[in-house]
């Protein structure tokens, strides 16, 4: 009953944006709907299948890296973060930037023998501005920037990979010689700007990508980072790719198309948690694994450790 309530009022405060789009994906969980608007029916799913052979791994030196999002839980839990440190093979940190950052907090990580890049993003833009960054020790920067995440993101997928790109260039400019990382879903080759395509034109302004490939299988994981794959060679350019450890819920979406008057449930479809999260277990492999044009792995994050 409240999913319904909520789905009305809805329907009443967006009747003109309803009119540009086809189709409503709707996902309920305890936090809320998170809704997302579509011109393609959702449930057609991809058109082309990928086509990409996953690089040969085999062991080496491997090379894994931490995102930290919440500098409290790193002071309060620092010997889990050395113990992780060690017995995982972690060369580097992504760490997310806070008023509460220290350069005595990069120094402390960086004792450890560990590279320390600051990182910040949002929705829609930085959270800090770029002068901020260059207050700190650090060895490089992080952009994370996730325009996909407004509802309308696929009604005007051209708009917003303009302005990403715009902010990318900005922020390149700004930053100066430090080196720019920028995070990248594992389908930004299928945006095209102009005649090229978003993820082609990230490359040239980055110094290297992480690819968001969450999959439990690591080889799913980079067949879908394949276009990712090809392009860092074809730049010289660092490609990493992240996996997710943290349990992710099982989500149902619900796909109604819009009418004049009325919204018609056309089906359903789920997506399974289990398939986007990598075994704990499998991460202190990654150290010794050295897998075809991937520099190595980003674990998201050392909060779900």
């Known amino acids: 009953m409240r999913f319904l309530i909520i789905l009305l009022v809805l329907i009443a405060g967006c009747s003109q944006k309803l009119r540009a789009v086809n189709y409503i994906?709707?996902?309920?969980?305890?936090?809320?709907?998170s809704i997302s608007y579509h011109r393609e029916n959702p449930l057609a799913g991809e058109k082309k299948p990928v086509k990409f052979t996953p690089p040969e791994c085999s062991e080496g030196?491997?090379?894994v890296a931490l995102w930290i999002w919440d500098l409290r839980r790193l002071e309060g839990r620092w010997e889990d973060f050395?113990?992780?440190?060690?017995s995982l093979g972690v060369k580097r940190v992504y760490l997310q930037l806070s008023r509460r950052l220290k350069k005595e907090h990069i120094d402390r990580i960086k004792d450890l023998g560990l590279e320390v890049y600051l990182l910040d993003g949002g929705r829609d833009g930085?959270?800090?501005p770029v002068s901020y960054v260059k207050k700190f020790p650090a060895d490089g920067f992080q952009v994370d920037i996730e325009p996909y995440q407004n509802p309308d993101f696929n009604l005007r997928r051209g708009w917003y990979a303009r302005r990403l790109l715009k902010e990318i260039r900005r922020i390149k400019r700004e930053i100066g010689s430090v080196k720019l990382s920028v995070v990248v879903p594992f389908w930004y080759e299928k945006v095209p700007v102009g005649n090229?395509?978003?993820?082609?034109?990230?490359f040239g302004e980055a110094d290297e990508?992480?690819?968001?490939?969450?999959?439990?299988?690591?080889s799913e994981a980079l067949r879908l980072s394949g276009e990712e794959i090809v392009l860092g060679k074809k730049f010289g350019k660092p490609v990493l790719i992240g996996l997710e450890v943290n349990p992710q819920r099982d989500e149902k979406h619900y796909v109604y198309k819009v009418g004049e008057r009325f919204l018609e449930l056309v089906g359903t479809y789920e997506v399974k948690g289990e398939r986007l999260t990598f075994p704990k277990e499998r991460v202190g492999k990654l150290k010794n694994l050295v897998c075809g044009g991937v520099k190595g792995f980003v674990i998201h994050s050392f909060e779900a450790l």
Do not use: C, H, Q, T
């Open 126 to 128: 930085l959270n800090f």
């Open 196 to 202: 090229r395509s978003l993820i082609e034109l990230i």
């Open 209 to 218: 990508l992480v690819v968001m490939a969450y999959r439990k299988s690591l």
């Open 82 to 86: 050395v113990s992780a440190v060690k």
């Open 25 to 33: 994906d709707i996902v309920p969980s305890e936090r809320g709907l």
């Open 61 to 63: 030196k491997g090379f």
